[in-house]
């Protein structure tokens, strides 16, 4: 291709909502536009970028033994309502009423059609098992649509599905899956880190994400120095702290709390938030504990955590075996706490709710600042056992991992990632619900197994350009890039040098390279500025000076230094080094 005949717009200027590198360079490079929040236009440069990444996705998934299918974007509202993730989803999931008056949804994902067909298609043992992947739109109404095509409202996922007739058989495709997933990271020159996610699914056999390490990501990796555990934030199991000794009370142990001072309520006004309490009580925020009130397929669920942890969701939800959970509406924490939200407390409310459940962070406090159950009180010195009964709570793991927490004893630590891919157990999950049974070899009906793998497409570009650039531009691993090779004509108005140009990019051409030709006649400082910018990995310099000699300059854009190579040689050479480049991306 020729740089003057395609639409390459590069720009200096960010948009204001551009904060992280990725999503600035790829407006800068003129690979993508805005049209509106979190929906994007790709120009040539990035959707070649985006066709790559789809061809090493499709190819490695088809060696898989998987098959390709399109399942439709707009899908009947019925089918998620038979497995409630109509609730689930909430918000993000798009829907639209049709001219007669049925509810459509824009598919944020296809795990429900995917299973109809299953229960329309699959009958016997015979045809398992089976994975069907599809790469298609998906359409998620983000609450905050950011980070350009990171967390958008439209983008492109690969999806698989696979069906089975006994745990092994899934497991066995899991593991293919999975090795599937390192071999397409690594083809896209990604560094990823894999760690076990939460897979939704109570007793559910195992998830994993794939993870690119990097500053601006939203998830948080939670790991051991020596590399024995990896989850994400959602997933890390936290070893329950020891008994403490309370700081405020220094000679009280969790043994002697019983013989604390009595329960006491006091007043304290207009003070919301934990800290504004802690402040107004001269107290830390790990020595309060926080009453949450949910409410989950119809029964209230209170949650005591402490002041300065935060609810993990995922655990929650597996605390009610996988029910959907959410915190109650203002009406019924008033009325379970007969105050006004913010001053819930465990004394008194065992009557008012179904079920407690206590964090191992919480049980391991000897005394208790909690809500008083009255609008504008907080009680100091509750004492667990003494100040209300603990028989009828559960105590467990319900909190995110913080600093200091530990794991099987080893200390964790933590870092930024972006999730590029994930693959989950899903079992009979949604098989169950929307009937997807084969006849086994004795003629039994027998229920599918379910797994399902996703990758989001858009996000591999990003995670590259977070991973790889420098103060100038993009360094595009060559895999993905959107040309292997750039040839910069420095003094394209000069005859000589803009014939010899023209002659190694038909010599690259026949080679089966993918060359682009800058052509423009501009001056060389402004073609080496885009150069950068738009980081094709190779880059061959021809100017006048060095053509004069009878050479030409190549350069990878990873390293500042150039070589020299005689005009004939140049090709040859270059050709060399896309081999060496793309060998280095080999699974
Ligand atoms: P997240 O937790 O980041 O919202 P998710 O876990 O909901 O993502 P999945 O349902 O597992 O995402 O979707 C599969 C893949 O699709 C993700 O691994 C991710 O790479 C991609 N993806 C999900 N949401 C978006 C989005 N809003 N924009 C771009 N890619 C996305
Ligand atoms: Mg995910």
């Known amino acids: 291709m020729r740089y003057s005949k395609m639409l390459i717009p590069t720009v200096k200027e960010v948009p204001s909502d551009a904060e992280t590198t990725s999503h600035k360079l790829m407006i800068r490079a003129g690979l993508i536009r805005r049209v509106a929040s979190g929906t994007y236009t790709y120009l040539p440069l990035g959707f070649r970028c985006l066709q790559k990444v789809i061809n090493i996705v499709r190819q490695e998934m088809n060696k898989s033994g998987a098959q390709e299918i399109l399942m439709p974007s707009v899908q009947p509202i019925e089918l998620w309502q038979k497995t409630g993730r109509d609730i689930d989803y909430g918000e993000t999931m798009a829907t639209f009423k049709d001219r007669h008056g049925r509810v459509n949804v824009l598919a944020p994902t296809a795990e429900e059609v995917v299973t109809t067909t299953a229960a329309n298609e699959i009958n016997s043992y015979k045809q398992l098992p089976i994975n069907i992947y599809q790469i298609s739109f998906k359409f998620r109404d983000e609450f905050r649509p950011r980070f350009g095509v990171i967390r958008s409202r439209e983008f492109i996922m690969k999806d698989a599905y696979s069906f089975h007739t006994d745990p092994q058989s899934l497991d066995e495709t ?44 939203e998830d948080v990796i939670v790991y051991t120095e020596d590399g024995s555990y990896a989850a994400n934030i959602e997933k890390a199991d936290v070893d329950p702290l020891p008994p403490t000794v309370d700081p405020l009370h220094p000679t009280v142990i969790l043994s002697e709390a019983k013989n604390l001072p009595p329960a006491e309520d006091i007043h304290t006004p207009n003070v919301g938030s934990i800290e504004a309490v802690c402040d107004f009580l001269k107290t830390k925020p790990n020595q309060m504990v926080k009453t949450l ?84 009180y907080h009680t100091k010195n509750v004492v667990p056992g003494r100040d209300f009964s603990l028989e009828d709570a559960q105590i467990m793991d319900l909190r995110n991992a913080v600093e200091g927490d530990t794991h099987d004893g080893k200390k964790l630590l933590f870092k930024n990632g972006i999730e590029v891919g994930q693959v989950f157990k899903l079992g009979t999950k949604y098989t169950q619900k929307l009937g997807a049974k084969f006849l086994n070899p004795e003629g039994k009906e027998q229920v599918c197994l379910m797994g399902c793998y996703g990758i989001g497409i858009n996000r591999i570009i990003a995670s590259a350009i977070e991973a790889g650039n420098d103060k100038n531009g993009i360094i595009f691993p060559i895999s993905i890039a959107p040309f292997e090779v750039l040839i910069t004509s420095v003094n394209q108005d000069d005859e000589k040098v803009a014939n010899v140009a023209e002659d190694i990019y038909k010599q690259l051409l026949e080679k089966g390279i993918e060359v682009l030709l800058d052509d423009r006649i501009l001056r060389g400082g402004v073609k080496f500025k885009d150069a950068d910018l738009i980081g094709i990995p190779v880059r061959i310099t021809v100017g006048k000076r060095s053509v004069a000699e009878g050479n030409v300059e190549i350069k990878l854009r990873s390293e500042s230094e150039s070589t020299k190579a005689t005009i004939e040689t140049a090709a040859e050479k270059t050709a060399e080094m896309v081999t060496s480049l793309k060998e280095k991306l080999k699974p």
């Open 174 to 217: 899991y593991k293919v899956m999975y090795d599937t997933y390192c071999s397409i990271f690594k083809r896209c020159g990604l560094d990823y880190v894999i760690v076990e996610a939460e897979s939704g699914e109570m007793g559910g056999s195992g998830s994993h994400q794939f993870t690119i390490p990097c500053e601006s990501g």
């Open 293 to 376: 009130i949910y409410a989950s397929e119809g029964k209230t669920i209170a949650v005591l955590i402490r002041g300065d942890h935060d609810v993990n969701d995922e655990k929650l939800t597996q605390a009610v075996t996988g029910a959907h959970i959410e915190l109650a509406d203002v009406e019924t924490i008033e009325k379970v706490s007969s105050a006004k939200v913010g001053f819930a407390g465990p004394v008194g409310l065992a009557e008012n709710v179904d079920k407690i459940l206590i964090d191992n962070a919480v049980a391991a406090m000897p005394v208790w600042i909690t809500g008083a159950n009255k609008t504008d």
